[in-house]
């Protein structure tokens, strides 16, 4: 797929189906996310956790809806989370892992998988969720932002969106 059309074909999936996503293609979006920018070059400051396992998934589910009273499920059923952690204290940690994720998203769309950037459930859980704990993380290092992918039923059709732009000649 030419990158021109997979923009156009990216869009947020809120719906998956039980299909399991293969290592390998798993693999092909950890590559991926590899060649994405990081601020500083500090890829030594950033990590990524591949999260199948259903109990942990059910838990940070929990603890969000714990948290915000809310009853909906912030992963949308995905039986896959790519979770990304940083030991960054600035605001570095959410333009890396902007950037890893959205190239994980693009990725996912070549592939034909569904995908949706998921920020708000982590951050509202923040660095001292329970479910942290079971992530084996570096010390240091903390979740900022992840994304679920999975197969899909069927395709969204992209919607048009334009950003205003100011041109300064």
Same mark, same amino acid.
């Given at each position: 797929?030419? @990158?021109?059309?997979?923009?156009?074909?990216r869009?947020?999936?809120?719906?998956f189906t039980?299909?399991?996503? +293969?290592?390998?293609? %798993?693999?092909k979006? *950890?590559?991926?996310?590899?060649?994405?920018p990081?601020?500083?070059?500090?890829?030594d400051?950033?990590?990524? $956790?591949? =999260?199948?396992?259903?109990? =942990?998934?059910?838990?940070i589910? +929990?603890?969000y809806? !714990?948290?915000t009273?809310? $009853?909906?499920?912030?992963? @949308?059923?995905s !039986? *896959?989370?790519i979770? @990304?952690?940083?030991?960054?204290d $600035? /605001?570095a940690?959410?333009?890396d892992? &902007?950037c890893?994720?959205? !190239? =994980?998203? *693009?990725?996912?769309?070549?592939?034909?998988?569904? +995908?949706c950037?998921i920020?708000?459930?982590?951050?509202?859980i923040?660095?001292?969720g329970?479910? =942290?704990?079971? *992530?084996?993380?570096?010390?240091?290092f903390?979740? %900022?932002? &992840? #994304? #679920?992918?999975?197969?899909?039923d069927?395709?969204i059709p992209?919607?048009?969106?334009?950003i205003? $732009? /100011?041109?300064?000649v």
């Amino acid at each position: 797929m030419l @990158f021109d059309q997979v923009i156009d074909k990216r869009v947020s999936y809120r719906k998956f189906t039980d299909e399991k996503v +293969s290592d390998e293609d %798993v693999n092909k979006l *950890l590559d991926a996310a590899s060649k994405s920018p990081i601020a500083n070059g500090a890829y030594d400051e950033c990590r990524l $956790t591949v =999260i199948r396992d259903k109990d =942990i998934l059910s838990e940070i589910i +929990s603890e969000y809806q !714990n948290l915000t009273g809310k $009853t909906k499920d912030p992963l @949308f059923d995905s !039986n *896959l989370f790519i979770l @990304f952690s940083s030991k960054k204290d $600035t /605001n570095a940690r959410y333009e890396d892992a &902007g950037c890893v994720i959205e !190239n =994980i998203c *693009l990725k996912a769309t070549e592939m034909g998988l569904g +995908s949706c950037y998921i920020r708000g459930a982590i951050n509202s859980i923040g660095k001292d969720g329970k479910y =942290i704990e079971k *992530l084996s993380l570096d010390e240091g290092f903390y979740p %900022v932002s &992840g #994304v #679920v992918i999975g197969h899909v039923d069927s395709e969204i059709p992209p919607r048009k969106h334009e950003i205003k $732009t /100011n041109f300064i000649v």
